[in-house]
């Protein structure tokens, strides 16, 4: 083996070692974004309960408005959780390709490239996306009927329900259509 030669194959294994380093940080971004919207939504039915009590600084009905704020939270945890599943699957063709130098993929286990370890690992992922939209929807549910009990009297508050009922349901769906997106294992020939 020549000297340039292994070289190419040392600047493989650093460029595998970042990848792979970058898939790690990829999928802890995912777990803080399901962080912050838990935050977002509990702070917003904390809001939404401490504004309702006699001498609430709302004043009663505008606190409903604050249902409006359950979509938009939804709609980042969407985007941030397409964002990560893009970046992991472009990751992961990288991964898949390096992992396919010189064959190696059908003398070692590939991770990346092998449908017995792609598959299992995207099957455990759903997981993620399964809490992303019962997260969705329960918050949606709770901070609706949070709105109805504490302003029941307020006209606008069941169209502002309806919509961030509508909305809710629309964006629980897309959650879990983001695995379309996932990487799947090269096709062998």
């Not at 898939?23 to 399901?34: E, G, P």
């Not at 990288?94 to 059908?106: K, R, S, T």
């Not at 502002?160 to 997106?181: D, H, K, M, N, Q």
Request: hydrophobic content about 50%; aromatic content about 8%; overall charge positive.
């Amino acid at each position: 083996m020549s000297s340039g030669a292994r070289l190419s194959i040392v600047d493989a294994n650093y460029r595998f070692i970042a990848a792979a380093q970058e898939a790690n940080a990829r999928i802890a971004q995912r777990q803080q974004a399901l962080a912050l919207y838990v935050t977002i939504a509990l702070s917003l039915i904390a809001a939404m309960v401490a504004l309702s009590r006699p001498g609430g600084a709302a004043g009663g009905g505008s606190i409903s408005w604050l249902l409006l704020g359950f979509p938009l939270a939804s709609l980042c945890l969407l985007f941030l959780n397409f964002k990560s599943e893009a970046a992991l699957t472009n990751i992961r063709r990288f991964l898949a390709q390096l992992e396919q130098i010189d064959n190696a993929h059908e003398r070692l286990p590939s991770f990346n490239s092998d449908p017995r370890w792609v598959n299992p690992a995207n099957s455990a992922r759903r997981y993620q996306d399964f809490a992303s939209a019962a997260l969705t929807a329960g918050s949606h549910a709770l901070a609706i009927a949070v709105a109805l009990q504490t302003n029941a009297g307020q006209p606008y508050v069941v169209d502002l329900a309806v919509a961030t009922a509508i909305a809710g349901s629309l964006i629980t769906a897309a959650l879990l259509l983001v695995p379309r997106w996932r990487h799947e294992a090269p096709v062998k020939l």
